[in-house]
């Protein structure tokens, strides 16, 4: 079993940054951590995914050159950095855990965090 906690979510203004932690622990975590986002009344998108082994990076079109994904294996933890944030960033930011073929489809993620709100003010 994997839990995932994720931290760091909050209020930001426009323009401003947040970064996120998701803390891992368990017996085996997978290939791949990922994050996610679910804005209300909206699917749960992808949003950027490390490969634990290299740090090998994946970033959806929306958020790059603005988020940026990383990982600290000593303490297994996933961060995702935010800057340059936009009102439509605002949702719940999940981080998972699994062995996905594709690392920007949800359904091939085994586990996840219980999500971290973060809302941004224009």
């Known amino acids: 079993q994997v839990q995932l906690v994720e931290s760091g979510g909050g209020l930001v203004q426009a323009g401003g940054s947040l970064r996120l932690s998701c803390a891992a622990s368990?017996?085996?975590?997978?290939?791949?951590m990922g994050w996610f986002r679910q804005a209300p009344g909206k699917e749960r998108e992808f949003v950027a995914a490390?490969?634990?082994?290299?740090?090998?990076?994946y970033h959806a079109d929306s958020v790059k050159g603005r988020f940026t994904i990383s990982r600290d294996n000593v303490k297994n933890t996933v961060y995702l950095r935010m800057n340059s944030l936009k009102p439509e960033d605002t949702a719940v930011y999940y981080c998972?855990?699994?062995?996905?073929?594709?690392?920007?489809?949800?359904?091939?993620?085994?586990?996840w965090g219980q999500g971290t709100k973060v809302t941004v003010s224009s």
């Open positions: 998972a855990s699994g062995n996905p073929v594709i690392v920007d489809r949800a359904y091939q993620y085994n586990y």
């Open positions: 368990g017996r085996t975590f997978g290939s791949f």
């Open positions: 490390i490969r634990w082994s290299d740090g090998g990076t």
